[in-house]
């Protein structure tokens, strides 16, 4: 592991004298790439400096056991020695978390798409549900989220909804939301108080950027149209709305959340870059899938991945079977203990891929 260490913090040296290389830092792409590169192995770097203060300490406490004469001298070291042994089983443990490999995406933004799936109108309802659970949850991170374009559901909620979430480690905290969600609940509707279950698909894509896909002019079909929701009095008189087509892959955005043509171009450019990213992002995630045995950020997007059962005020995420009794602070935003324990999942699939 210290050889490996090693290896990371030369590494690490090299970068941050090419960052300061004037040809670096007018080379745009190379740049931004090294800079990323640089600040993911600072942790490790970081971890490294301090397991190894924690090794040179332990050396001097048992020098000082093996020589020093003085009782108070030697029960000190004994001290110290304890507590460095405590402190080096720890960052052992932190070092190999550190060292498991990571989805290369896991740092970008995200971008959400939330589908009402079967269910008609309570399926609509519910995606709206997942949608102010996300917010709220972006809220105490201290993310941005931005609305990309959304189709109101005909009693409420949405039928679909997207939107981009900024912020450090972005994607590598939401991919554990793609997959189907399951509500179980009575709805309004119901005379009878029977409880209905519908779902609502979530799809978390890491937001591509321009290094990472180059789009040509010539491949996309712009079409402008008037907005249809919430806007102001520029709705429906303006032609803000756009649709983008890129035409070798056939996929299709659209976003009318912004007055202005260019802002929403912007947007849909960014989704439109993402979708086209995932194609290639797909391959990696299939790849580690096949080496797994079990399933926690990855694999088919059709899979019930969690339900959400309110008359028992219960949240079941089937991937890793936690089971909570606390939904509505879930769907209030606190979704941290859910996620957190996906990683803990994640990092004992690779622990123990690396050991097979």
């Known amino acids: 592991m210290i050889e490996k260490l090693k290896l990371i913090a030369e590494k690490y040296k090299e970068i941050e004298l090419k960052l300061q290389d004037p040809d670096v830092v007018s080379d745009m792409k190379q740049y931004v790439k090294l800079n990323k590169d640089y600040k993911e192995l600072q942790p490790v770097v970081d971890a490294y400096h301090e397991y190894s203060n924690v090794l040179s300490n332990t050396d001097n406490a048992k020098a000082i056991l093996q020589n020093e004469k003085d009782d108070e001298f030697r029960e000190m070291a004994k001290m110290e020695l304890e507590e460095l042994h405590e402190r080096?089983?720890?960052?052992?443990?932190?070092?190999?978390?550190?060292?498991?490999?990571?989805?290369?995406?896991?740092?970008?933004n995200a971008i959400v798409e939330i589908r009402g799936g079967a269910g008609g109108d309570e399926a609509s309802l519910f995606a709206g549900d997942l949608y102010r659970m996300y917010?709220?949850?972006?809220?105490?991170?201290?993310?941005?989220?931005?609305?990309?374009?959304?189709?109101?559901?005909?009693?409420?909620?949405?039928?679909?909804?997207?939107?981009?979430?900024?912020?450090?480690?972005?994607?590598?905290i939401m991919k554990f939301e793609s997959?189907?969600?399951?509500v179980q609940r009575v709805p309004e509707t119901e005379a009878q108080g029977r409880i209905h279950t519908s779902a609502a698909?979530?799809?978390v894509l890491p937001e591509a950027d321009e290094v990472d896909v180059e789009i040509k002019e010539n491949d996309i079909r712009k079409d402008t149209y008037c907005?249809?929701?919430?806007?102001?009095?520029?709705?429906?008189?303006?032609?803000?709305?756009?649709?983008?087509?890129?035409?070798p892959t056939g996929i299709?955005?659209?976003?009318?959340?912004?007055?202005?043509?260019?802002?929403?171009?912007?947007?849909?450019?960014?989704?439109l870059r993402s979708r086209i990213f995932e194609i290639e992002h797909q391959k990696y995630l299939d790849e580690v899938?096949?080496?797994?045995?079990?399933?926690?950020?990855?694999?088919?997007?059709?899979?019930?991945?969690?339900?959400?059962?309110?008359?028992?005020?219960?949240?079941?995420?089937?991937?890793?079977?936690?089971?909570?009794?606390?939904?509505?602070?879930?769907?209030?935003?606190?979704?941290?203990?859910?996620?957190?324990?996906?990683?803990?999942?994640?990092?004992a699939e690779k622990m123990k891929e690396g050991v097979e």
């Not at 997959?179 to 399951?182: A, I, N, Q, S």
């Open 88 to 108: 080096r089983e720890k960052l052992e443990e932190e070092i190999k978390v550190l060292l498991l490999p990571k989805d290369p995406q896991d740092k970008k």
């Open 135 to 172: 917010i709220r949850f972006c809220e105490l991170q201290k993310w941005k989220v931005e609305t990309v374009d959304f189709t109101e559901g005909t009693m409420g909620g949405y039928k679909e909804i997207i939107f981009n979430v900024k912020g450090d480690g972005v994607y590598g």
């Open 179 to 182: 997959g189907v969600h399951r």
């Open 201 to 203: 698909s979530v799809v």
């Open 227 to 247: 907005s249809s929701g919430a806007g102001g009095q520029s709705v429906n008189t303006t032609y803000s709305a756009v649709r983008l087509t890129h035409e």
């Open 252 to 271: 299709v955005v659209t976003c009318q959340d912004e007055r202005s043509q260019i802002k929403n171009y912007e947007k849909a450019l960014k989704v």
């Open 289 to 347: 899938a096949g080496k797994r045995k079990t399933m926690v950020s990855t694999g088919d997007r059709s899979a019930k991945i969690r339900t959400y059962n309110y008359p028992q005020n219960r949240i079941t995420d089937h991937r890793i079977g936690l089971t909570m009794h606390n939904m509505t602070n879930v769907l209030n935003g606190d979704l941290l203990p859910v996620i957190e324990a996906l990683q803990v999942a994640e990092n």
